[in-house]
């Protein structure tokens, strides 16, 4: 759903099944963000991030979760984005704009 959405806002996505493909994407082509939810099968959010650790890839990553202590994960694992589970197309527009704008050079305006 995330990507037909995001492809329909002019947005260019790519995705993966889960997090050890996900990883497997990312050798091939840098994102400008990551989505990372913290469930996903295979590798999860948390063990997807410490690969990049571990590979020193620096990614920007969005955490996505509907667990009360997202804030708290998002800080473990180094997220400069938060999506608290259930959310609002516009906030997930607003992260992916945001992070668009950075990688472009221009100043972040995230909260």
Do not use: H
Request: charged content about 20%.
């Amino acid at each position: 759903m995330l990507t037909e959405v995001l492809s329909v806002e002019g947005f260019r996505v790519r995705s993966a099944p889960n997090g050890a493909l996900a990883l497997g994407l990312i050798e091939q082509e840098r994102p400008i963000l990551v989505l990372l939810d913290r469930s996903m099968p295979v590798l999860g959010g948390s063990g997807f991030a410490r690969a990049l650790e571990a590979q020193r890839i620096a990614l920007p990553l969005c955490a996505m979760s509907s667990t009360p202590d997202i804030t708290a994960w998002a800080g473990e694992i180094g997220a400069g984005y938060i999506l608290a589970k259930p959310f609002e197309l516009d906030d997930l527009f607003a992260i992916v704009a945001d992070a668009v704008r950075v990688a472009a050079g221009v100043e972040s305006v995230a909260p």
